[in-house]
């Protein structure tokens, strides 16, 4: 039993035409499967992936990593950022690149 935050999932990535973005998704990890799962907002994301996140650390069995608040909050950022990206025609790196131009001109 585990969770994973992000599109992470076989099942996620053959989705072509996703509606929900990237950071609001997460996956339970089961035994040969998994629940993935999207959320409306920035408040539910928290509040579901690291409350079910403790529940599994002290319930679940497994050794999946715990991921702290601020990892969370630095994926969460890097995932919209990403959308940001691609909306633009853009990988990440290319777009922060463009963006740090623009602010030093």
């Not at 039993?1 to 089961?30: K, N």
């Not at 002290?58 to 959308?83: A, C, D, N, T, W």
């Amino acid at each position: 039993l585990g969770i994973v935050y992000g599109p992470m999932t076989t099942t996620f990535q053959r989705c072509d035409h996703r509606e929900d973005p990237d950071w609001a998704c997460f996956s339970l990890l089961f035994t040969g499967r998994t629940l993935d799962l999207a959320v409306a907002g920035d408040l539910q994301i928290h509040a579901w992936l690291l409350g079910l996140q403790h529940l599994i650390s002290q319930h679940g069995v497994g050794s999946m990593p715990i991921m702290s608040e601020g990892e969370f909050y630095r994926r969460k950022v890097q995932y919209k950022l990403m959308s940001v990206a691609h909306q633009n025609g853009l990988v990440l790196s290319r777009f922060l690149l463009m963006k740090v131009k623009e602010a030093s001109a």
